[in-house]
């Protein structure tokens, strides 16, 4: 009988959390998003800012002397558009693409506070802002794991060539499967509540209809495969799946995989 009060006593802790933390904060935002500092990126990116209502977007970008098409790169959580987009320049730059990378609210110097409908509002500014330079050239979007998310909002919402999608989390799902029995579902349910509708990736992903190569690593300790496969499954565009039999979620990508985005790619810049 212990037990059962003890369990009565944890779910009421729970209710009462769960009624005061919306009033004042998103939960998820606070379980979800881990913002990072400013590093400052190398030579030869350039910094840019992008308004976004009374927001400021923190870009950088590998300029390219004659671009066929344009990238944006949307990285995961805890991680720094400055961090990747020199090296990562360097290799779309090679495809015929100007690369544009992108800092969250609450990361590098974008301007926050962090939170999960920031991350949505602030990638589709970054397309407007790409398309508007592009010149009726193609666009293409590049996510990887919560970028993933960022990348959905806007194959769905904007006319993206192409989604290049590595490992993407399905959030809500994934909040409920993974983080409910220990509390009963009652803060899973909370949290999965408040990943807005902007960021619903098996939503987004019946919405889009650009092409898109999906990258799935099979032992990701992250986002379990399934989630990752609620996303492929729901995606309403030409698709296509590579598996990689031995990755976690962040275990480099090997040059076979780069070869297939590398081709992806290739066919969507050509085709739009």
């Known amino acids: 009988m212990r037990w059962l009060l003890r369990c009565g006593l944890i779910m009421l802790g729970y209710v009462a959390l769960c009624a ?13 998003i881990f913002p990072q500092p400013s590093e400052g990126a190398a030579p030869p990116a350039q910094r840019h800012f992008v308004r976004e209502n009374d927001a ?4 950088w ?13 949307f990285y995961g959580n805890a991680d720094l558009a400055d961090r990747w987009v020199t090296s990562e320049g360097k290799v779309y730059a090679d495809l015929g693409i100007e690369l544009w990378a992108v800092n969250y609210p609450g990361f590098g110097m974008s301007s926050g506070p962090a939170s999960l409908a920031g991350v949505a509002r602030a990638a589709a ?3 407007d802002h790409v398309k508007s330079l592009a010149g009726g050239k193609p666009v293409v979007v590049i ?17 993206a060539a192409g989604a290049i999608l590595v490992n993407p989390p399905a959030l809500r799902e994934l909040i409920l499967g993974e ?25 987004n992903a019946r919405a889009s209809k650009c092409p898109a190569l999906f990258v799935s690593a099979s032992k990701d300790e992250v986002v379990r495969p399934k989630y990752q496969q609620l996303v492929f499954e729901a995606y309403a565009g ?3 799946l590579v598996t990689r039999p031995d990755a976690l979620h962040n275990t480099p990508l090997d040059e076979a995989v780069r070869e297939r985005i590398d081709a992806a790619l290739r066919s969507m810049i050509a085709d739009d």
């Open 125 to 127: 500014a970054t397309f």
């Open 56 to 59: 400021t977007v923190e870009l």
């Open 179 to 203: 983080f409910g029995w220990w509390n009963l579902w009652i803060m899973a349910k909370q949290v999965a509540g408040q990943i807005p509708n902007t960021l619903d990736s098996v939503s």
């Open 61 to 73: 970008q590998v300029p390219h002397p004659a671009p066929r098409a344009y990238a944006i790169r």
């Open 20 to 32: 005061i933390i919306p009033s004042c904060v998103s939960l998820a935002d606070k379980l979800v």
């Open 143 to 159: 996510g990887t794991s919560l970028g993933t998310t960022a990348a959905l909002h806007v194959s769905a919402t904007r006319p």
């Open 238 to 240: 030409p698709k296509s």
